[in-house]
């Protein structure tokens, strides 16, 4: 994991989007997740990843295009700053209905989702979900939060290397 990140700060201004896609896929082969989405927002920043394993459906077929409040319980989780740990789609609440409908499409039984906060605000969050019985713990959530941490810190870079470029352009001319 030390190295994506070393690879993906690396890449960050240059290849945000790349460099997160690479990342969110080093990611699930690492933890041996069916899928792993991140969706991104803030610091000028917008979009969705995702990765899948072989044989599994992609997210973002699904949810790339809907907007946060579909997802009105996670998005109200998330914005909170508490992650999600959910061994089954029994620990999902009931209230839960579009994430709950969400993680039965894709046959999902485990999923672990975290936010990434920038500034004290929710910019989005990355998520995982994988087969029954796995054995993601909090562990887990500390090492997605760490990727979360890292996507959000790098995504700042950006911003801030583009307006120095930009303004160094500025003074040229």
Do not use: K, Y
């Amino acid at each position: 994991m030390a190295e994506s990140a070393r690879d993906f700060v690396e890449r960050a201004v240059d290849d945000f989007d790349g460099g997160v896609s690479d990342a969110v896929a080093r990611l699930g082969e690492a933890t041996g997740a069916h899928r792993v989405w991140l969706r991104h927002g803030g610091s000028d920043v917008v979009g969705f990843s995702d990765w899948a394993a072989p044989g599994q459906a992609p997210v973002a077929e699904v949810v790339a295009g809907l907007p946060t409040r579909d997802f009105g319980w996670l998005i109200a989780r998330m914005a909170t700053g508490a992650p999600l740990l959910a061994r089954t789609t029994d620990d999902v609440p009931r209230a839960a209905t579009d994430e709950r409908a969400a993680m039965a499409v894709f046959g999902a039984n485990a999923c672990v989702c975290v936010p990434m906060i920038e500034h004290g605000e929710l910019v989005g969050f990355v998520g995982m979900d994988g087969p029954p019985a796995c054995d993601w713990d909090v562990a887990t959530v500390v090492t997605l939060t760490q990727f979360a941490a890292m996507v959000t810190a790098a995504g700042q870079v950006m911003v801030a290397q583009r307006a120095r470029q930009a303004s160094e352009n500025e003074l040229r001319e």
